[in-house]
Structure formats: C-alpha cells, structure tokens
C-alpha cells in the first residue's frame, strides 16, 4: 500500500516562497515518477511539474518554469517543491502523485491519468 502524505502549504504574499513536501511510504521510493498537480476553486487539476527517478529530469508547466524548482531526496523517500515568486494565480491545493516504474526509458507524466496513487492535498493560499 502506497501513501504519500505532503506538507508545507499555507498563506503566503505576493512574492514571497513555499517550499512542499511529500513523503512517500509504502514501496521503494526511487523507482516511482513523482509529480506535482495543483487545483484552484472551480477549476480542473493541472500539471505543475514531474521528476524522472533518478532526479535528473525534469518537466515543468510553462507558467511556473523559473520559478519553481522539484527535487528528490530518494534516501529520504521525499520529494520537494520549492516555490518562488509566488502569486496570487499560484493559489490552489497542491497535491503530490506517483507511478511505479515500468522500465525502459523514462517518460515525462503530465496528466493526472498518468499516475496511480494520489497524496490529500495541501492548501497554497498566496494574498496580493
């Protein structure tokens, strides 16, 4: 049984930085993509970003590139979300996915099909 569990959210100004965690448990760490969706009211769940298993590839959406940044700590089970200059735009629940390797090369995953297990959700409320 997989679960991921984030943290860090919370309320923020215009500008300023948050960084999200989300910790794995359940399975072995270092063979699962691990990406980040965010949700705003109304609205469907996008892609932010996702990270191969390695850590050395990245794929990020074209509105946060540059500002903020995914890493993974494969000892630790954990993969972060730093975010800079954030905006009211940026307000939303942020969750953090999953998806088991299949094996060969590694594929970008930027659709919310695209991967298996799903954490609760952390709130990023970013006041103008």
């Known amino acids: 049984q997989v679960q991921l569990v984030e943290s860090g959210g919370g309320l923020v100004q215009a500008g300023g930085s948050l960084r999200l965690s989300c910790a794995l448990s359940g399975r072995s760490f270092s063979s699962y993509t691990m990406g980040w969706f965010r949700q705003a009211p109304g609205k469907e769940r996008e892609f932010v970003v996702t990270?191969?298993?390695?850590?050395?590839?990245?794929v990020y959406e074209d509105s946060v590139k540059g500002r903020f940044t995914i890493s993974r700590d494969n000892a630790k089970n954990t993969v972060y979300l730093q975010m800079n200059s954030l905006n009211p735009e940026d307000t939303a629940v942020y969750y953090c996915?999953?998806?088991?390797?299949?094996?060969?090369?590694?594929?970008?995953?930027?659709?919310?099909?695209?991967?298996?297990?799903w954490g609760q959700g952390t709130q990023v409320t970013v006041s103008s």
């Open positions: 996915a999953a998806h088991p390797s299949s094996g060969g090369s590694w594929v970008p995953r930027t659709s919310t099909r695209g991967y298996d297990y």
């Open positions: 990270i191969s298993w390695s850590g050395r590839r990245t």
